[in-house]
C-alpha cells in the first residue's frame, strides 16, 4: 500500500470509530479470525467491524465509498471458494449479529437477517410445521446471507431447487451507502427489473444484504431412507437416469463412488454392505404425505430389485441416520489417502454424470493420485476431489494439472465449474473455460455500475487468482471435516 493508501485508510478508521464506536476491532485474533475461511488461505484485514443494526452497515459503507476501502461482508465464514477472504485487506464487516427471525405462518414467509445459521432458521420454521429445504453440508455453521450470497444448495436440490428458489426480497445497501429493497415479503413481484436474482450468487461483490424475505413451504409429513450398492459407478449412475424415466421422484440422491466408499470402509473399519466390499453407493430419501411415500417406495424398491447388487432399508430415524452418516464420513475419510484435497463442487447433464465419473477415474490414472468423488446425482452436481500431499511439489503440480483438465472437461460435456460454492478465488482462473470474453465483459460493466470504486469484495470472480502461489495456514474451523 503507497502512502496516500495508507493515509487515507488510516482517515477512513478515525472517522469510523467516530461515527460508530465500540464496534470496529483491529486486535490480531479478530483479525486472523476473520482472515481465512474454508479455503484456509489467510490475508489479513485492517479491521473488523461487527455490526448490530442494518443502519450501521450503510454508514460503514458509506464511509468506505468515500475513502475507497475495500468492504468483504462475511457472514461464518465457511466459504470453500476463498469468497470470505479480505484479499486486499481493508474492512471485513461481519454480520453475524444480524439474526433475527420473523416468521409469517399465514403467509408462510420468513424474514431474517442475514447472520441467521441455516440450521436455525430450519428448526424455528420446523417447529411451526414448516420447512426450508437448502441443506448445504455446513448448515450447522453456515449464514443464510452467505447461501444467498453463493446461491447454496446442498443434498435436497434434486426436489426442492437452490436457496434462489426461495428468496422472495432482499433489502441492504450499495456500494456508496444508498438503501436498496429488490422484492418484498410477497409472493408475486414484478415491478422493475430483477435486481434481486442479480445479487444472488454475487458472492458479495454488488451490495449488502441485511434482511432476507424467504418462501416457505409445508413441512412433509414422512421421510423414508434406503442405500443400495452397485457394482461399479456406470451402474449406479445409470439407474438414477432410469429412476427419473420410472416416475420416482427422490428428495435426496446421493451417489458415492468406489474410491470414495473404500475412504470410508477404511476410515471406520467397517465394510458398509457385507459381501460387496466397495461397491459404488446411492443414498436415496422419499419425502411427502405417507401415502405418497408409501407409493414411491414401492416403485423404488422394485426399480432396484433388479439392479443393485444389495439394499439396506431404514425402519426408524436412527437407522435412516446410520445410513446418512456413511455419507457424512466420506469427506473427513479422504485425509487417510493425503493431507490435502481440492474439492470441486461441478455440475454436468444427469445423463452425462457417468461419462464425469469415467474422466475422473481416467483422470487418477493420469496423474496418479486419487480422485475420490461423491455429490449430488440428482442434480448432477459432483464433488470431485483431488487429493495430494502439501509437502509435495511434484504432487502439487499433478494437482493442479488435473483441476484444469477437469474443469476443461466438465465444460465439454455441457457443464459447470461450480454448482453451489461459488467462484471466490478458487474458480476464478477457470471463468474463462465457462465464459466468453463478451459475456465476463457484461458482467464487469454490472459490477461497475453498481460499485463503481471496486470497494466490495475487490479481487474475486474476475480476476485469475494462483491458489498455489499462497501458503494455507492450519487453522482447525468448526465446519472442519477432515
Not at 55 to 69: F, M
Not at 360 to 365: D, G, P, Q, S
Request: a positive charge; glycine letters at 10%.
Amino acid at each position: 500500500m503507497d502512502k496516500n493508501s495508507l493515509k487515507q485508510q488510516q482517515t477512513a478508521y478515525r472517522a469510523l470509530v467516530r461515527k460508530l464506536p465500540g464496534i470496529a476491532y483491529t486486535d490480531d485474533e479478530s483479525r486472523f479470525r476473520a482472515s481465512v475461511d474454508n479455503l484456509r488461505l489467510s490475508f489479513l484485514p485492517d479491521v473488523v467491524i461487527r455490526v448490530k443494526e442494518a443502519s450501521q452497515v450503510g454508514e460503514v459503507l458509506k464511509l468506505a465509498n468515500r475513502y475507497t476501502v475495500p468492504v468483504t461482508p462475511r457472514g461464518a465464514g465457511s466459504s470453500a471458494t476463498g469468497s470470505a477472504v479480505p484479499l486486499h485487506g481493508g474492512w471485513v464487516l461481519d454480520l453475524s449479529d444480524l439474526n433475527s427471525i420473523e416468521i409469517d405462518v399465514v403467509g408462510r414467509i420468513a424474514t431474517i437477517g442475514p447472520g441467521v445459521i441455516t440450521a436455525d432458521l430450519q428448526a424455528a420454521v420446523e417447529d411451526k410445521g414448516l420447512f426450508f429445504p437448502p441443506d448445504p453440508s455446513s448448515k450447522k455453521y453456515s449464514t443464510i446471507g452467505g447461501n444467498v450470497a453463493c446461491n447454496a444448495g446442498g443434498m435436497r436440490c434434486v426436489k426442492y431447487g437452490v436457496t434462489r428458489d426461495y428468496v422472495l426480497g432482499l433489502q441492504g445497501f450499495m456500494a456508496d451507502g444508498s438503501p436498496f429493497v429488490f422484492g418484498l415479503p410477497l409472493k408475486k413481484y414484478v415491478s422493475g427489473l430483477n435486481l434481486r436474482d442479480l445479487l444472488i450468487g454475487s458472492e458479495g461483490t454488488l451490495g449488502v444484504i441485511t434482511s432476507i424475505n424467504l418462501k416457505l413451504i409445508p413441512k412433509p409429513e414422512k421421510r423414508w431412507t434406503g442405500m443400495f450398492a452397485f457394482k461399479s459407478e456406470a451402474a449406479a449412475l445409470k439407474a438414477v437416469v432410469g429412476l427419473f424415466k420410472a416416475g420416482v421422484s427422490p428428495s435426496i440422491l446421493e451417489f458415492l463412488d468406489r474410491q470414495s466408499v473404500a475412504c470410508a470402509e477404511r476410515y471406520t473399519g467397517k465394510v458398509i454392505f457385507e459381501g460387496f466390499s466397495r461397491s459404488s453407493i446411492l443414498l436415496i430419501e422419499l419425502d411427502g404425505h405417507p401415502a405418497e411415500v408409501r407409493g414411491q417406495r414401492k416403485l423404488l424398491l422394485g426399480f432396484m430389485r433388479e439392479r443393485a447388487l444389495a439394499t439396506r432399508e431404514a425402519k426408524t430415524a436412527l437407522s435412516a441416520e446410520k445410513l446418512w452418516q456413511v455419507r457424512r464420513t466420506c469427506s473427513q475419510s479422504m485425509f487417510s489417502i493425503a493431507d490435502t484435497k481440492l474439492n470441486e463442487d461441478v455440475v454436468v447433464p444427469i445423463a452425462k454424470q457417468a461419462e464425469l465419473i469415467r474422466y475422473t477415474i481416467a483422470l487418477k490414472k493420469e496423474i496418479g493420485l486419487a480422485t475420490p468423488t461423491f455429490g449430488h446425482a440428482g442434480d448432477g452436481n459432483l464433488h470431485v476431489h483431488i487429493m495430494y500431499n502439501r509437502g509435495s511439489k511434484a504432487e502439487m503440480k499433478k494437482a493442479k494439472a488435473g483441476i484444469r483438465k477437469l474443469m476443461e472437461k466438465v465444460v465439454e460435456l455441457g457443464g459447470v465449474i461450480t454448482g453451489e460454492h461459488g467462484v471466490g478465488l478458487a474458480k476464478a482462473p477457470f471463468m474463462s473455460l465457462q465464459h466468453s470474453k463478451a459475456e465476463i465483459a457484461s458482467m464487469k460493466a454490472v459490477k461497475v455500475a453498481l460499485d463503481p470504486k471496486g470497494i466490495l469484495n475487490p479481487g474475486k470472480v474476475f480476476e485469475p487468482f494462483e491458489v498455489w502461489k499462497h501458503d494455507k495456514v492450519e487453522v482447525v474451523l468448526p465446519w472442519d471435516h477432515r
